[in-house]
């Protein structure tokens, strides 16, 4: 399995507040994801990258922004918390070899937004 | 754009009882397909996946699943479960052409085994 942490893994934060939750890979994989995930709602992607400072948009990215200045590091930020946002995170990797796309997926964060 | 469906989001089953768990996709191009488990409170972990060749797929576990083509569907089967199989499965759905190897999620099947 890919060496995908995050941090943190809980967090509980205010309305309004900035939040910024990190994705840390150790196996050098091009492609990194945010996504949410909500009951009944499955996985939903937030955003992606394809390579250092290169992102894009995914399905659900209003209120999201993305950083990623290092191979190994994503950075999802929150700029302005809201209650909608109350969720549990997920990172994920991939090399994005044309063979595969298999995504690895690291332990979640919950976030509650009160 | 694509689609993935899981007809069901809920399958209760008995321990040792066989169990398939549906899913379909919607698809204008050829596709790679994926099905992922995520015990409670952890990650999601691929169980299996199919990218070409014989439609059968063997993945972890003792979980299998069969590509059909014609009724775009991709379900996942298990000759006889365990209580440890109680977990949400989910399928998922990539572009084979895509450059970002994004995938499409479906809504996820909880599967719950009794003993």
């Known amino acids: 399995d890919a060496g995908i942490t995050q941090s943190p893994r809980h967090k509980v934060t205010e309305t309004g507040t900035p939040v910024t939750l990190r994705c840390h890979q150790t196996?050098?994989?091009?492609?990194m994801y945010w996504y949410r995930q909500d009951p009944g709602h499955g996985l939903r992607l937030i955003h992606y990258?394809?390579?250092?400072?290169?992102?894009d948009k995914g399905e659900v990215s209003d209120g999201y922004s993305v950083s990623r200045s290092k191979t190994e590091d994503f950075l999802l930020t929150l700029e302005s918390a809201t209650s909608s946002q109350t969720s549990v995170y997920f990172c994920?990797?991939?090399?994005?070899?044309?063979?595969?796309?298999?995504?690895?997926f690291g332990p979640g964060t919950r976030l509650t937004v009160t | 754009a694509q689609s993935v469906t899981q007809l069901d989001s809920q399958v209760p089953v008995f321990e040792e009882a066989p169990v398939e768990l549906r899913c379909n996709y919607s698809?204008?191009?050829?596709?790679?397909l994926f099905w992922y488990v995520q015990y409670p409170n952890q990650g999601l972990q691929l169980l299996l996946k199919y990218l070409s060749g014989s439609t059968l797929v063997k993945g972890i576990n003792g979980f299998e699943a069969e590509f059909n083509k014609s009724q775009t569907s991709f379900h996942l089967r298990k000759p006889s479960v365990h209580i440890s199989d109680t977990a949400e499965y989910f399928c998922a759905v990539s572009d084979r052409g895509g450059s970002q190897g994004n995938l499409i999620f479906g809504k996820g099947t909880k599967l719950s085994v009794k003993p």
């Open positions: 994920a990797t991939s090399p994005g070899t044309s063979r595969s796309y298999e995504q690895y």
């Open positions: 990258s394809y390579g250092v400072k290169d992102t």
């Open positions: 196996e050098n994989h091009r492609y």
């Open positions: 698809s204008s191009v050829s596709v790679y």
